[in-house]
């Protein structure tokens, strides 16, 4: 006994000097808040809507989910069911962050869902629209908003940090099809016949929270899918949003978190139902109940997060003769678009020829990755970046921290189409990508890895 005594008082004595920590138990706090507007304003998502929102399907949400690990690292994740969220809005909210909750800029990731039948927000998709000062007035009003929701939902995450025990794993889920390979009304025969083409990601990555006693908390899950089931004028979080009803339903107490992946160029088909986005949210949570029944792996070791931004090159810029002939054009979105850029001239002086591109990785103990794109990131990213990353499980989310434009690799860039080229006019980016912005994004997340690995 005397003996057990000293070398525990040895061993508190040699942290104390070193000032190594005894490890205490993971953490980790849930909040949530709804975000569903006020006021019937305009719908995001569909350059076709020419009024404000009619109704509601269901309530619109953000949700944070707090993590912490033994030696107080912490990490913040924020989804919402949203199309997007632009720079500004997402600087913001962040700044906002820190100043209530002393969480740096790398520690936070904004994820939004890309629902198709929520509200405008800030500037993203702004040159879609023909808006009238009362509906600009309701857009800059719902972005203060959704700052103010969003400190809630934080608030009530730090204020129930409490001990855990976190585990990864990964479902399967094949309802996301390739809508550039195939064509949307032949996709129920292609499936049928087993012909459908084209690059996917179906995995459905999982993390969940549970407390000491084994109850779950909250489900972190994730799939590269459009949500573009609907587009009526009906507020709703899409199959996406019916996928967190699902599981909290199946799961009561628990609060469920969605990240979009790389799912760009991946659409749900068929569509077009409120039944089929239903069904499309319940087999989401069938693969994450998958994930749930099998084995999965206990999060231990540190929790790292790296953020940083790199100056992603355009194009051929226009010249002023292009953007006064794109003014008087017969096309209403190269107007709008042209009104953008005059204005970015008459402040500036010039066009940008980069776009500051949010990058962001986190590593989660020792169990996952996760790596925060920005814009619209069609799929061959999530399967290259697992190719060429280290060993390990790791998963690639889109649509994160700032959705600006479309990001498609070389070869989608090669192709042009919608997600190569004329998307670019809708999200007001005076040109296409350079041809090295695959190479661009895929360096960058690499620099970002090696980063982490450096960090003691």
């Given at each position: ?25 993971w ?110 007035t ?37 309802f ?107 087999m ?74 949010p ?25 290259r ?14 649509y ?5 434009a ?22 007001g ?28």
């Amino acid at each position: 006994m005397r003996r057990a005594l000293y070398l525990l008082y040895s061993a508190v004595l040699c942290n104390l000097l070193t000032g190594v920590v005894p490890a205490g138990d993971w953490k980790a706090g849930v909040g949530r808040a709804v975000i569903t507007p006020p006021s019937m304003m305009w719908m995001s998502g569909y350059a076709s809507r020419d009024r404000p929102a009619q109704g509601k399907l269901h309530d619109l949400s953000v949700k944070a989910l707090l993590l912490q690990d033994q030696g107080g690292n912490r990490c913040l994740a924020l989804t919402y069911d949203l199309v997007g969220i632009d720079r500004r809005t997402s600087q913001e909210i962040c700044r906002q962050l820190e100043a209530a909750f002393q969480l740096r800029r790398e520690q936070i990731a904004i994820c939004t869902s890309h629902t198709h039948s929520g509200p405008v927000v800030g500037r993203n998709l702004l040159s879609m629209y023909e808006l009238d000062e009362r509906q600009l007035t309701l857009v800059h009003e719902y972005t203060d908003f959704l700052a103010e929701r969003t400190l809630e939902a934080a608030r009530s995450a730090v204020e129930s940090l409490a001990e855990c025990e976190i585990h990864v794993g990964e479902g399967t889920s094949d309802f996301a099809v390739n809508r550039r390979n195939n064509r949307e009304a032949d996709v129920p025969m292609l499936r049928e016949q087993g012909q459908l083409v084209g690059p996917v990601d179906h995995s459905v990555p999982v993390l969940v929270v549970r407390t000491p006693a084994g109850i779950i908390r909250a489900i972190l899950f994730g799939y590269a899918c459009h949500a573009t089931v609907l587009s009526g004028m009906d507020w709703c979080g899409d199959w996406p949003g019916y996928a967190q009803i699902e599981i909290e339903k199946r799961h009561p107490g628990v609060t469920a978190l969605f990240w979009a992946g790389c799912g760009a160029d991946q659409n749900p088909l068929p569509r077009r139902t409120v039944e089929l986005a239903q069904k499309y949210g319940g087999m989401a949570a069938d693969a994450v109940d998958g994930a749930l029944q099998q084995e999965m792996q206990s999060v231990q070791g540190q929790l790292k997060t790296v953020y940083s931004e790199i100056p992603l090159r355009l194009g051929q810029l226009p010249d002023a003769d292009q953007i006064r002939a794109d003014a008087d054009s017969s096309n209403v979105y190269l107007v709008r678009r042209a009104r953008v850029l005059q204005e970015q001239l008459q402040q500036q002086g010039q066009l940008s020829s980069t776009y500051p591109y949010p990058l962001q990785v986190w590593q989660v103990g020792d169990a996952a990755t996760l790596t925060f794109l920005g814009g619209e990131v069609v799929v061959d990213y999530s399967l290259r970046l697992k190719r060429e990353l280290a060993a390990g499980r790791h998963w690639i989310a889109g649509y994160s921290n700032d959705v600006m434009a479309y990001i498609p690799s070389l070869r989608v860039l090669r192709e042009g189409g919608y997600e190569g080229a004329s998307s670019m006019i809708y999200y007001g980016l005076p040109t296409v990508w350079s041809g090295d912005v695959e190479e661009q994004v895929v360096e960058g997340v690499l620099q970002l890895h090696q980063q982490l690995q450096s960090q003691p």
